[in-house]
């Protein structure tokens, strides 16, 4: 859910002390558990420690289990309404290792699992004292764990528990009522938006990325994992063949901007085209950390042939971004001007095709 829905919701709210939320477990069969475990077992070794996961070895992984799901909930008119996903721990004997995240489709079938970095967030989790009280969990800050406070029922009334205070670092210390939650969230919105600020101003004018042997390195292995992932995902990306990703090369980094105050502002994230023997497949993030450092920021299912045949391609200078890190356009410059060409027309289905002014593009923006 997003957090400014969120925010609406809970204004319209006098109390959450009588509502209810729905019943709707996850009943974990032995067909769920295998689904969990394989997808944890499949990836590499490599994978584990580059990820906040808490899996040490390999040897870990031959006694897994899960433990009893979290269902994720949104708040909707006074109610606590479940969202049909669930986080779900997992342990490996008595050790706590992550959580998953597990949800089906709409048309059922299969549960999907993702694989949430939560090491540090599972291993206190695993000695909280009310941690058999939890009813749920919601997501107020778009945490990429997928959920920052807990639901406890206590005195007749739902209280959300902060898991983790990111200035003072204690786990499970703050308890809010749904009023107080809300007065926390705008704080949490206003410090978040302040960190967001001094970021920006810190890579103002770093928007030029060097590929070094570390960075391409880096990349190349992230894009070589996908051959542990499905063939659909690998027909997504433009992959027609799992030998594609044993030659691999990148193609020429291109700076994100998005706007700030109606001003264009440098993200922190470079898109990357990703090549095989000289066909482009996809395009790859790199983002540049508040430490200084360049890590990978995920791959995109975008096809890197739209950029690789576009005929001004040599004119590019970066790509603008409503939601960081995309691409909804190129900016290219000509005839000593800069000029955004919209990725994807909707309404033609053409690429490349309407190009607009800054000015312009604010105004779309505004829509």
């Known amino acids: 859910m997003k957090k400014i829905t969120l925010i609406i919701m ?33 990836l590499p070794e490599g994978y584990y420690s580059r990820f906040d996961f808490g899996i040490k070895n390999k040897e ?109 670092g204690e786990y499970f210390k703050n308890e809010y009522n749904v009023s107080e939650l809300m007065n926390h969230v705008k ?26 042997p570390e960075i391409t390195k880096m990349l190349i292995n992230e894009a070589s994992m996908l051959k542990n992932k499905s063939d659909r995902l690998l027909s997504d990306c433009g992959i027609k063949d799992r030998a594609q990703l044993e030659h691999l090369h990148l193609g020429k980094p291109i700076p994100g901007y998005i706007i700030v105050n109606e001003n264009l502002t440098f993200s922190g994230y470079w898109s990357v085209p990703v090549m095989s023997n000289g066909e482009p497949l996809f395009m790859t993030w790199v983002r540049l950390d508040d430490d200084d450092q360049y890590r990978w920021g995920g791959s995109s299912t975008m096809s890197a042939g739209i950029i690789h045949n576009y005929e001004y391609k040599d004119l590019i200078i970066g790509s603008l ?32 095709k309407n190009e607009y002014s800054f000015s312009e593009v604010l105004n779309l923006l505004k829509k």
């Open 60 to 168: 870990q992984l031959e006694h897994l289990h899960i433990g009893k799901p979290i269902p994720m909930c949104g708040i909707v008119n006074e109610t606590l309404e479940f969202g049909n996903s669930w986080n779900v721990p997992v342990m490996s004997d008595e050790t706590p290792l992550l959580f998953v995240n597990i949800w089906f489709s709409e048309f059922g079938g299969v549960p999907h699992v993702d694989l949430l970095e939560t090491a540090n967030i599972i291993e206190h989790f695993h000695n909280y004292e009310h941690k058999d009280s939890i009813i749920g969990s919601v997501c107020v800050t778009r945490s990429p764990q997928r959920m920052d406070h807990f639901i406890i029922q206590k005195d007749n009334q739902y209280i959300f528990v902060e898991i983790y205070d990111e200035v003072t």
């Open 187 to 212: 704080e949490l919105d206003l410090r978040k938006k302040e960190a967001r600020m001094r970021y920006y101003e810190k890579v103002a004018n770093k928007s030029e990325l060097k590929m070094t």
């Open 321 to 352: 971004e409503r939601h960081h890190p995309s691409m909804d356009y190129l900016i290219i410059r000509r005839d000593n001007q800069d000029i955004f060409v919209k990725i994807f027309g909707y309404a033609t289905g053409d690429y490349l």
């Open 10 to 42: 809970i204004l319209g709210m006098i109390t959450i002390s009588n509502a209810q939320i729905e019943k709707k477990e996850l009943k974990l069969t032995p067909e769920i558990e295998e689904v969990v475990v394989k997808e944890i077992k499949k």
